[in-house]
């Protein structure tokens, strides 16, 4: 079985400082797959970025990095230079490798302050 | 236009009365999802579908069905809507050519059961 955690139901952040998201997740499988995903008022879910387990180096998307602690299993997102356009709910999510079982965290709502 | 539609967007219904909210996409993808989410719980996956007639359970599967005969459809049938049915509903597909199965949602459908 798999579980994703986010600790932090709200958050804020200043427009153009950066914020860290957590998230920590339990499975038994070796070969998985991380996502963060972004849900803003529009409710659509937007892939923001991706990490595989096996690869060692941390996953970036332009503004958008991860800082995965495998051996922790943590799946933190930074937003650098955050922009009005963040403020949404970021939701974690973990899929193990050749099955499409995915769950996901209960949400972290970013507040983006002008 | 590569997309997952759902339809209806919205619907308000009674106890008891059957519905059938559908789910198509036009990428050719062999999986499909449907998931609910309610506030403080995050997407919670309903069922899956790996192929035309494979289908699986995820983790809130009572009192939903579900049936794939058609690759681009995934229909998910509520027998006998009860209130805690009440909820948004999202369609997701992804394709068993990508290793990560990257997920592309629909717009979701915001059910009400009074």
């Known amino acids: 079985a798999q579980t994703v955690t986010q600790s932090q139901p709200e958050m804020s952040v200043q427009e153009a400082e950066t914020v860290t998201l957590s998230c920590t997740y339990d499975?038994?499988?070796?070969?998985?797959?991380l996502f963060w995903y972004k849900q803003p008022p529009s409710r659509q879910m937007i892939l923001v970025i991706r990490q595989e387990a096996y690869k060692q180096q941390n996953a970036t998307e332009n503004r958008f990095s991860v800082n995965f602690q495998k051996a922790a299993k943590s799946f933190s997102l930074k937003i650098s230079d955050s922009q009005l356009g963040d403020a949404a709910m970021y939701f974690c999510?973990?899929?193990?490798?050749?099955?499409?079982?995915?769950?996901f965290g209960t949400g972290t709502k970013l507040q983006v302050i002008p | 236009e590569a997309q997952v539609t759902q339809n209806p967007r919205y619907l308000i219904t009674v106890t008891g009365k059957k519905l059938t909210v559908t789910c198509s996409q036009n990428m050719n993808h062999e999986y499909m999802s449907w998931y609910r989410q309610d506030p403080g719980l995050g997407l919670r996956q309903i069922y899956y579908?790996?192929?035309?007639?494979?289908?699986d359970k995820g983790d809130v599967p009572e009192g939903y069905k579900v049936s794939r005969k058609e690759k681009r459809n995934f229909p998910l049938i509520l027998e006998s809507p009860s209130p805690n049915q009440t909820s948004l509903y999202f369609c997701a597909s992804s394709s068993a050519e990508r290793l990560d199965n990257e997920q592309f949602f629909g717009p979701g459908t915001r059910l009400t059961v009074l």
């Open positions: 579908s790996m192929n035309v007639e494979v289908t």
């Open positions: 499975t038994s499988e070796s070969d998985y797959y």
């Open positions: 999510a973990s899929r193990p490798g050749g099955y499409q079982k995915v769950t």
